[in-house]
Nanobody
Framework: QVQLVESGGGLVQAGGSLRLSCAASGRTFSSYVMGWFRQAPGKEREFVAVINWSGGTTYYADSVKGRFTISRDNAKNTVYLKMNGLKPEDTAVYYC?????????????????WGQGTQVTVSS
């Protein structure tokens, strides 16, 4: 079982930036597809971004495309989410997760291990 710990959330003004980190335990981190999801109050959890094992393939939700960048450092067992141009509608708890299988997926059922989440709040 992979353990995931997110960090980097906080309060930022609209237009600002944050970088989230997700540190993973386990010797096989470099083989995992990793994803970021978010859940706003009263809403369902939604996909944000996903990255393959090498970092060579990424996929984003339309709502964040061009503003957010997912990346990973396999030597540090860490995946990142750089968020630029933040909007109030980006306010949510952000979760990282490990995919169940090798292929890229954007559905939360395709992910098997989840972190505890980190709060991102964007003020207008």
């Amino acid at each position: 079982q992979v353990q995931l710990v997110e960090s980097g959330g906080g309060l930022v003004q609209a237009g600002g930036s944050l970088r989230l980190s997700c540190a993973a335990s386990g010797r096989t981190f470099s083989s995992y597809v990793m994803g970021w999801f978010r859940q706003a109050p009263g809403k369902e959890r939604e996909f944000v971004a996903v990255i393959n094992w090498s970092g060579g393939t990424t996929y984003y939700a339309d709502s964040v495309k061009g503003r957010f960048t997912i990346s990973r450092d396999n030597a540090k067992n860490t995946v990142y989410l750089k968020m630029n141009g933040l909007k109030p509608e980006d306010t949510a708890v952000y979760y990282c997760a490990v995919a169940r299988y090798e292929g890229i997926t954007n559905t939360d059922t395709g992910f098997g291990s989840w972190g505890q989440g980190t709060q991102v709040t964007v003020s207008s």
